[in-house]
């Protein structure tokens, strides 16, 4: 009688168990790198949206009544190009840890001159209906808001080559070009024209 000898490492079945865990074991490797690599790109992307395309940004202080409230959260556009009457943001020229948010009233080459609560701009009038003077007294208007021109704040006669000229909608309590100059339009973060909180403000920001 003959005998069959058995070798563990011969055994087809053996072999196909190791295998199969094997493969399991692979596949549960390729899954977790998978995901792991799905989360990187994932980051990335929304890091990517967030410093190079858009943002949310959240208003301080009241320099922007009645168009802004404290707190009011908006989308800032980083790439949309700049133009008047845009709403901008910008580090503070006296302190570029901070950030403020302004309205532009003058791009370079223009002639801009504030009489009797007007705005001119290449002496033309400009509706301004996003200021509200209402509640103020003509004499706090005019002490708070008083007649100004390009000549008479920085001594040019024209906003110049690279440089804007801000102001915040709320004239009577707003620090802005008037007081800090020109901001240099390089510098310029984003431009924003879309308020996504509180919810029952949300919409399109005039």
């Known amino acids: 009688m003959s005998e069959s000898s058995f070798e563990p490492g011969n055994d ?3 072999s196909q168990n190791s295998k199969s865990k094997r493969g399991k074991k692979k596949s549960f490797a390729q899954e977790l790198v998978s995901t792991f690599l799905y989360i990187i ?3 990335g992307i929304f890091v990517g949206i967030r410093t190079f ?3 949310p940004v959240s208003v301080e202080g009241d320099s922007m009544n009645p168009t802004l409230e ?18 901008i943001v910008f580090p503070a020229p006296e302190d570029p840890d901070k950030q403020y948010i302004k309205r532009v009233i003058g791009v370079p080459g223009d002639q801009i001159d504030y009489r009797n609560q007007e705005m001119y701009v290449n002496n033309e009038l400009i509706d301004e209906s996003y200021v509200d003077l209402t509640q ?19 001594g040019v006669e024209a906003v110049p ?13 707003s620090k802005d070009s008037r007081s800090f100059g020109f901001v240099e339009a390089e510098t310029v973060i984003g431009e924003t024209s879309l308020r996504i909180w509180p919810l029952n403000r949300i919409g399109s920001v005039d």
């Open 12 to 14: 087809r079945y053996g």
């Open 161 to 173: 080559e690279g440089m804007l000229f801000v102001l915040g909608d709320n004239r009577i309590n």
């Open 53 to 55: 395309l858009f943002a």
């Open 70 to 87: 404290h707190e009011d959260r908006l989308l800032l556009n980083k790439v949309s190009s700049v133009d008047r009457f845009d709403i």
């Open 136 to 154: 103020e007294s003509d004499e706090v208007s005019a002490y708070y808001n008083g007649d100004f021109s390009l000549p008479s704040l920085q």
């Open 41 to 43: 790109v994932i980051t």
